[in-house]
């Protein structure tokens, strides 16, 4: 056992899962030599080499349609974005291919890949370093994806995305990446992908969050038992395939639900996870289900950030709002 | 001309200035101005003054994330030189100097890197796109800006830049292969200052120098020191031509070498070599300008320590105006995102301000 923070758990992880399985490499801009400019790769090269850690060309199509073909041909790529912003040039190859092998080959091919990337605001950082873009990898179907949101989970997530099947993007709360700390076992571990965790038990409203915003909804829920409300929240963990059964068990208990996510609010995950709960549980529904989200727009630069965060007061009033319908 | 006689499959390298600031060639010198050659180096020289106070807001806690452009000035600032007003500038995001040569105010250029967009929103007639964070996407724009010049008739010419990382990118070779194959007047300048954050040069590519990548796309194309103002102006100046007169587009790779971290989270001790830097310091291309100048008797000693005072008091004075520039209104982060901002827009808008009050009580 020792401390780890979601960085550091993923770094260990990527060192378990490589000395485990010589399939595994792992490459991107930055990520051999330097070891990633937020060190999530760090010391991998000098433990294992070249061929299996290295700095590719400044191409995120080639990274990522390479990595298509290498896991077609036995390798177990686990690829770094350096921010989720840059996916775009190889958004085409995960949209397009990664997520469509299986089947298009009925099964002969599939492509087991992790595509990490660190995502979200309040880092104070320059344009496209900010967005939290989970719905656009949720949208296609054959990709997972995953946002853990603990050091624990980062390691569990990632040890279980490694070792998945199918292509897992893998969404990291840069926000947190150090701010979490938690004791976590040597040894490897997993957490199953698809299963949200229920971090605190309540009676009278589900929250759903994920990433960075799991730790700011539980500033925001502190001391709310107090005033007499008492909130069940749910760490969502995987996007897509979500565990819906978790949110709908919950909702169907308190009878409310808010989603509160980083990403802009319409077409986002909110939406989906509203509809569904309408679809699953809506006669136990004392309220419209609603979610906090960031609005519409385009995340502004550190000048203008603060009026796009979602802060553990915006979270508090809201569910004092749902509580009052 | 410069790209036959410079022939980058040959290794040849275009230099007029030699490393000290002599002339190598005086056949080579391209005809500037004295006014046009004072210009250039008080450019530089601002912006590498400007760069340098920039580094220290950073580390004083008052500056946002900065890419510094110590050591590429001339590589940014001589091109844009060579340059008729009218021309478009499409920047990456290291190329200052040149922005200031164009026109911009250095408070715009220090907004920017301060954390606000108004920094990026410049005059329309000084014709420069705004900093391109996304590697190397700026090379499509730059082959589109052109072609609608040649479309329209106009006798300007669109002058993109990159870096030596984003002459890996896919968009570097489309856009390009776009320019050549419509024969846009685009001039797409590869600053090569040897990194890509950690990763060097070589682990960028295999081409025994980037500007031979144009060849392949039927471009003239030119390995240049980048250090040298006199061979990047002398370059343009070709490439513009050979643009407006309906000959395409040209690929020019500056050689030079970023002296400072690649931004201000970067630590270049991790990666870099100290007697890399060494070497490349003494290549500096402003002191090589300052002697090319003073040898001319268009510079003195003292008046160089007279500008360099009033150009640290200039940058002073400006970052102190954008540190009172404070936050950004709210409805600056809404404002620009549609035309006309849709309805469910405003209901946003209003339910952001109703917080934002509600939080201020
Ligand atoms: C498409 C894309 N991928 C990754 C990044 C992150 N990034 C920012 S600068 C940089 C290195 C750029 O190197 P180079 O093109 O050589 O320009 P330099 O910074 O050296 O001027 C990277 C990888 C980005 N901005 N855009």
Do not use: C
């Amino acid at each position: 056992m020792a401390v780890q923070t979601v960085l550091s758990a993923i770094n260990q992880t990527l060192f378990e899962q490589m000395k485990k399985d010589d399939s595994v490499v792992v490459f991107g801009e930055d990520v051999g030599f330097e070891g990633g400019v937020f060190r999530a790769t760090k010391g991998l090269q000098q433990e294992f080499g070249k061929d299996r850690s290295f700095d590719s060309p400044l191409a995120e199509s080639a990274i990522i349609g390479s990595a298509i073909g290498m896991a077609v041909n036995g390798l177990k790529p686990v690829v770094e974005i350096q921010f989720s912003g840059f996916m775009f040039p190889g958004y085409n190859q995960i949209v397009a291919h990664a997520a469509r092998y299986r089947n298009r080959t009925r099964g002969l091919y599939n492509v087991p890949m992790v595509i990490r990337m660190p995502y979200g605001g309040g880092i104070r950082a320059l344009e496209h370093h900010s967005e939290s873009l989970e719905t656009l990898f949720a949208h296609i179907p054959g990709l997972k994806v995953v946002i853990p949101s603990t050091p624990y989970d980062a390691k569990g997530l990632l040890t279980s995305a490694i070792q998945d099947p199918d292509p897992v993007i893998f969404m990291e709360p840069k926000r947190i990446y150090r701010a979490f700390k938690q004791e976590l076992p040597d040894k490897e571990f997993k957490v199953p992908i698809g299963k949200a965790k229920t971090l605190k038990k309540g009676e009278d409203i589900t929250v759903v969050a994920w990433g960075a915003l799991v730790r700011e909804t539980e500033k925001a829920i502190k001391g709310l038992e107090d005033e007499g409300i008492d909130v069940e929240l749910i760490d969502l963990r995987t996007i897509q395939p979500y565990d819906k059964e978790a949110i709908a068990n919950s909702v169907k208990k308190t009878g409310r639900l808010l989603v509160v996510h980083e990403a802009v609010k319409s077409f986002g995950p909110g939406a989906e996870i509203i509809s569904m709960i309408n679809e699953k549980a809506f006669l136990y529904l004392e309220a419209p289900p609603t979610r906090l989200t960031g609005p519409d727009i385009t995340v502004p630069l550190p000048k203008g950030e603060h009026h796009f965060i979602i802060s553990p007061e915006r979270i508090r009033a809201k569910i004092k709002e749902v509580m009052a319908f | 001309m410069l790209t036959k006689k410079f022939d980058p499959l040959k290794k040849k390298i275009f230099q007029v200035l030699d490393h000290e600031g002599n002339i190598t060639d005086e056949k080579l010198v391209p005809k500037i101005d004295d006014e046009t050659l004072l210009k250039m180096y008080k450019t530089m020289l601002l912006g590498r003054i400007a760069d340098t106070k920039a580094l220290q807001y950073q580390r004083q806690g008052r500056m946002l994330t900065y890419a510094p452009i110590k050591g590429q000035e001339a590589a940014h600032t001589a091109p844009i030189a060579a340059l008729d007003k009218k021309d478009w500038m499409v920047p990456a995001f290291r190329e200052m100097a040149g922005m200031l040569y164009k026109g911009a105010d250095l408070e715009k250029l220090y907004l920017y890197w301060y954390g606000n967009e108004e920094g990026n929103h410049f005059d329309e007639e000084l014709r420069i796109l705004p900093i391109s964070v996304p590697i190397a996407s700026q090379i499509n724009h730059g082959a589109g800006v052109a072609y609608a010049a040649k479309y329209k008739g106009d006798k300007e010419v669109a002058v993109a830049f990159v870096g030596d990382g984003g002459s890996s990118h896919g968009e570097f070779h489309e856009g390009l292969n776009f320019a050549a194959t419509t024969q846009s007047p685009l001039i797409v300048i590869i600053q090569n200052n040897q990194w890509a954050i950690s990763t060097p040069r070589e682990a960028q590519s295999k081409a025994q120098n980037l500007a031979s990548k144009g060849i392949g796309y039927g471009v003239p194309s030119i390995l240049v020191d980048g250090n040298d103002p006199l061979a990047m102006f002398a370059a343009v100046k070709e490439a513009r031509e050979r643009a407006i007169n309906g000959n395409g587009p040209t690929l020019i790779e500056a050689l030079t070498y970023r002296l400072g971290p690649h931004t201000t989270s970067d630590d270049p001790t991790i990666y870099r070599d100290d007697d890399d830097l060494k070497y490349w310091e003494k290549r500096d291309p402003i002191i090589r300008f300052k002697k090319y100048l003073i040898d001319k008797e268009l510079l003195t000693e003292e008046e160089d320590e007279k500008l360099q005072k009033e150009y640290k008091d200039f940058s002073n004075k400006t970052f102190k105006k954008v540190e009172k520039s404070g936050l950004v209104p709210l409805e600056d982060v809404f404002n620009y995102t549609y035309a006309e901002l849709p309805k469910d827009l405003k209901e946003q808008l209003a339910l952001h301000k109703k917080l934002a009050e509600s939080e201020a009580k």
